[in-house]
C-alpha cells in the first residue's frame, strides 16, 4: 500500500478493522466469563458461552489474518507471527467453527485447545500487535478520515 494511501485502499482497511473489532469483541466477553476447565461443561450455561465465544473468537481471528494476507498489508511483528504454524492451527478452527461438524468437539477445536498456553499466548501476542497496527493507523490517517466524512457529509 502506498504511503498516501488512496481512498479505496482506506475503506479495505478501515473494512479490516471491523473485522478486528468484532474479534476482540468475542475476546473481551471470553475473558468476561468466569469458568475454570474443571467446570462440568454440559451443566454449565457459563462454560458453553465461553466456548462459544473463545470460538468466535479464534475464528474472527483468522478472517483477519487472512484479510491482512490479501490485503498486503505489512508490519514486522504481525508478519513475524503469521510465519507461525499456529496460523494453520487457527485457520483449521475456523473451518471447525463455520463449517458444520457432525462431531460436537470436532478435532480441529481440539487441536487449538490441546496446545495450551503456548498457543494461547501467540493468539494473544497477535491480537495486541493487531490492536496496535490499527491504533496507529487511525492516528497515522485521521486527518485524511476527516476530510472524507466531511465530503461524504456534504454530498448527501
Known amino acids: 500500500m502506498a504511503a498516501t494511501p488512496t481512498v479505496p485502499e482506506m475503506f479495505r482497511v478501515i473494512t479490516l478493522d471491523r473485522y478486528f473489532m468484532w474479534c476482540r469483541f468475542q475476546r473481551d466477553h471470553y475473558k468476561e466469563i468466569k469458568v475454570t476447565w ?3 461443561f454440559f451443566d454449565s450455561m457459563e462454560m458453553q458461552h465461553a466456548f462459544m465465544c473463545l470460538s468466535y473468537w479464534y475464528a474472527g481471528l483468522y478472517v483477519v489474518c487472512e484479510g491482512w494476507q490479501e490485503l498486503k498489508l505489512s508490519d514486522s511483528e504481525i508478519d513475524k507471527l503469521l510465519a507461525s504454524p499456529y496460523l494453520d492451527v487457527l485457520r483449521r478452527y475456523r473451518n471447525g467453527v463455520f463449517h458444520f461438524q457432525q462431531d460436537y468437539f470436532d478435532k480441529r477445536l481440539k487441536e487449538a ?3 495450551g498456553q503456548d498457543f494461547q499466548c ?3 501476542e497477535l491480537m495486541s500487535n493487531f490492536q496496535r497496527y490499527f491504533r496507529h493507523w487511525w492516528q497515522k490517517h485521521q486527518l485524511v478520515i476527516l476530510q472524507m466524512k466531511a465530503k461524504s457529509t456534504a454530498v448527501n
Do not use: A, F, R, S
Open 113 to 115: 485447545i490441546k496446545l
Open 122 to 124: 501467540w493468539v494473544e
Open 38 to 40: 474443571e467446570t462440568d
